[in-house]
C-alpha cells in the first residue's frame, strides 16, 4: 500500500498547491513569467552573487569568510520561519480542500504531513535563491573539495524542517483555541497575529540567550580570525549553528558529526510536528467553516440612522474593500499586517542589536550630516515604493474576485472608480505601514523632522506609482480560478511580480542616491519630476487600457 501522508501531498502540488502556472492562456501571463525566468530571476542572482563575492573578499582579510554561509543558512532559516506563519495558516486551516479532507479515511498526522510537505516545495524556492548561490561563491573561491558540496546539498534538504515545523507548531496551538468562540473570523485574526509576535520573540529571546557578548569580546572574536564570528551570525536561528559547523568543517569529523545532528534535530521536529497533529490538529479544524450572526430587530429611524447613509460611491467601494481585507483571516495576515512588519524588523535590527554591531551610532552621524540629506530623501522615497510592492493589496485586487467578478458588472459603480477604489484601498494600508516605518527611522536615527515631512509628501508618489502598476498587472494577468482565498493571494505570480518590479524602482532610487550625491532640493525635484512623470503615464494607462480590459474580463 503506497505511503498516504506522500500520495496525498503528490496531490496537493497536482490540484492546486502552487502558483497556477501550468495551463496559463493568458498572453500577458506568458510572456511574464518568460521574462521572469529569463531576464529577472537569473539577474537577479546574478547580483546577489556579485554581493555575495565583494562580500567574500572583504571578509577573507579579517580570517571571517565563513559568515557568508552562516548568514545565508540563518537568514533563509528566519525569513521562512516568520512567512511560514502565514503560510501554514492558510493552508492547514483557511484552506476550503479542508473540510473535504476530515471525511476521508486519513489520520489527522497524514493531513498535516502532507500539508506541510507541499509548503515546503515552495519554501526551498526561497531557499535556494538565497542558499545556492552563496555556497557557489564560497565554494569556488575557497577551492572546497566534492565534500563540501554534497555536505551542502544535505543542509539544502534540511534547511526549511525546522523553522516551518516551528511555524506550524506555532500555529496549530494557537488555532487549536480558535473554536472556543463561534467567532471565528475574528479568533482566526488574532491567533495568527499572535502567532507572528510569538515567533518573533522566540526568535529573539533564543538569540539573545545564545549570543550576549560584550564589546571587548565581539572584538577578541574578530581578532582571532578562523571564521569565529560565525558564531554570532550563526545564533540568528538556533540550529543554524551545526549546519555551518557541517559547512566549514568538512575535512575533520567534527563537520560530519555536526551534519548527523542537524539531520536528527530536523526529523526530530518533523516527528513531534505530526505528534502534535495528531493531538491538537482535528480539535483545531473541526467547525471552522461555522460562524455566528447577531439577529436584531431593527426600526425604521434605526435602520436609517445606521443604514442609510449618503457617501460618494468611491468611499463606499473603498471602505469595502478595507473592510474585506480586514475581516478575511488570510487577507488580514497576508496583505494588511506585512505592511507593519517592516518598522518591527527595522526596529530589532537597530536598537536591539546595538551592543553587538552598532551601525546605529553611524547611521546617526550620517542623517545629521547636511552632505548627505539628499541621499536620505531618496532612501525614504525608495522604502515608500518597497513596501508599497510587498504587500500585495493592489496586486491581487482584481484576483480576489475570484469567480464572482461578473457581479461587478452589474452594481451601478462605473469600472473607473471600482479600479480607483481598488488602488486607493491598497494605497492606504501601504501609506500606513511606510508612515510607521519613517516615524520609527526618524525616532532612532534622528532624521530631520523636514526631510520625513518631505520623505512623506514625495513617497506617497512611490506608493501611487507602484499601486497603478499593480492594478496593470492584476487586471492582464489576474487569478480568477481560486477555490480558497490562500490561493487568491498566497499563490499569486503578480505578488511576485509586484515585488520584482517595487525592488527595481526602489533599487534605481536608491543607485540614484549613492552615484550622484544629489543635494536635498535637486533630489527633491528630481523625485517629483520622475515619479510625477511615470504617474501620469501609467494612470493614463489605467483609463484607456485599465477600463477597458475591467470590461472584458466581466464579459
Not at 501550468?22 to 500577458?28: A, D, E, F, L, Q
Amino acid at each position: 500500500m503506497k505511503n498516504k501522508t506522500l500520495l496525498l501531498t503528490r496531490n496537493l502540488l497536482k490540484n492546486g498547491e502552487g502558483f497556477g502556472i501550468k495551463g496559463m492562456k493568458n498572453k500577458v501571463s506568458k510572456v511574464l513569467f518568460s521574462l521572469m525566468l529569463i531576464i529577472i530571476l537569473p539577474g537577479l542572482v546574478a547580483m546577489f552573487s556579485l554581493f555575495v563575492n565583494g562580500a567574500y573578499s572583504l571578509l577573507t582579510v579579517i580570517g571571517q569568510e565563513g559568515v557568508i554561509i552562516s548568514w545565508g543558512i540563518a537568514v533563509t532559516s528566519v525569513v521562512i520561519f516568520i512567512f511560514g506563519i502565514f503560510y501554514i495558516a492558510a493552508s492547514f486551516y483557511f484552506s476550503k480542500d479542508v473540510e473535504v479532507l476530515l471525511y476521508l479515511p486519513l489520520k489527522p498526522r497524514q493531513i498535516v504531513g502532507a500539508k506541510f510537505l507541499a509548503a515546503a516545495v515552495f519554501e526551498y524556492v526561497i531557499t535556494a535563491a538565497v542558499f545556492l548561490p552563496v555556497v557557489i561563491v564560497y565554494g569556488i573561491r575557497s577551492a572546497s573539495g566534492i565534500l563540501f558540496y554534497l555536505y551542502s546539498c544535505a543542509v539544502f534538504v534540511f534547511i526549511p524542517v525546522v523553522p516551518l515545523c516551528l511555524s506550524a507548531v506555532l500555529v496549530m496551538v494557537l488555532m487549536r483555541f480558535t473554536n472556543a468562540s463561534k467567532h471565528k473570523d475574528t479568533f482566526s485574526i488574532i491567533a495568527g497575529t499572535l502567532a507572528l509576535v510569538l515567533g518573533l520573540g522566540i526568535n529573539l529571546t533564543a538569540q539573545k540567550f545564545i549570543i550576549n557578548l560584550n564589546p571587548q569580546e565581539l572584538e577578541a572574536l574578530i581578532m582571532k580570525g578562523e571564521n569565529s564570528l560565525t558564531i554570532i551570525t550563526s545564533g540568528i536561528f538556533p540550529t543554524a549553528r551545526w549546519a555551518v559547523s557541517a559547512l566549514l568543517d568538512t575535512a575533520t569529523a567534527a563537520g560530519f558529526l555536526n551534519l548527523l545532528l542537524y539531520a536528527a534535530v530536523s526529523a526530530a521536529v518533523y516527528i513531534f510536528l505530526l505528534f502534535l497533529g495528531e493531538m491538537v490538529y482535528l480539535k483545531g479544524v473541526v467547525g471552522l467553516s461555522e460562524t455566528v450572526s447577531k439577529r436584531n430587530k431593527l426600526n425604521k429611524s434605526e435602520v436609517k440612522d445606521k443604514f442609510l447613509k449618503k457617501h460618494s460611491a468611491l468611499r463606499t467601494y473603498t471602505m469595502i474593500e478595507l473592510k474585506l481585507l480586514f475581516r478575511t483571516p488570510i487577507y488580514f495576515l497576508n496583505c494588511v499586517i506585512v505592511n507593519f512588519l517592516w518598522p518591527v524588523f527595522f526596529f530589532i535590527f537597530t536598537v536591539l542589536e546595538r551592543d553587538e554591531i552598532d551601525i546605529l551610532s553611524i547611521a546617526v552621524r550620517l542623517t545629521k550630516d547636511p552632505d548627505y540629506e539628499g541621499a536620505i530623501f531618496l532612501f525614504g522615497i525608495a522604502i515608500f515604493a518597497a513596501i508599497s510592492g510587498f504587500n500585495g493589496t493592489v496586486a491581487t485586487s482584481i484576483s480576489r474576485e475570484g469567480q464572482e467578478l461578473f457581479i461587478k458588472k452589474y452594481i451601478p459603480v462605473s469600472y473607473r472608480t471600482q479600479i480607483h477604489a481598488k488602488v486607493l484601498s491598497g494605497s492606504i494600508l501601504s501609506i500606513a505601514g511606510a508612515v510607521l516605518m519613517l516615524v520609527v527611522a526618524i525616532a532612532v536615527l534622528e532624521i530631520p523632522l523636514y526631510i520625513g515631512l518631505l520623505i512623506f509628501a514625495i513617497g506617497l508618489l512611490g506608493t501611487l506609482l507602484i499601486s497603478f502598476i499593480e492594478i496593470l498587472l492584476d487586471l492582464y494577468n489576474p487569478k480568477l480560478d481560486w477555490d480558497s482565498e490562500q490561493k487568491a493571494v498566497k499563490q499569486n505570480l503578480n505578488v511576485v511580480y509586484s515585488m520584482i518590479i517595487s525592488s527595481i524602482i526602489a533599487g534605481l532610487t536608491i543607485y540614484a542616491a549613492l552615484q550622484f550625491s544629489p543635494g536635498l532640493i535637486a533630489a527633491v525635484f528630481s523625485a517629483v519630476f520622475v515619479y510625477g512623470l511615470l504617474n501620469v503615464l501609467t494612470y493614463y494607462l489605467i483609463l484607456k487600457k485599465g477600463v477597458e480590459r475591467f470590461g472584458q474580463l466581466e464579459g
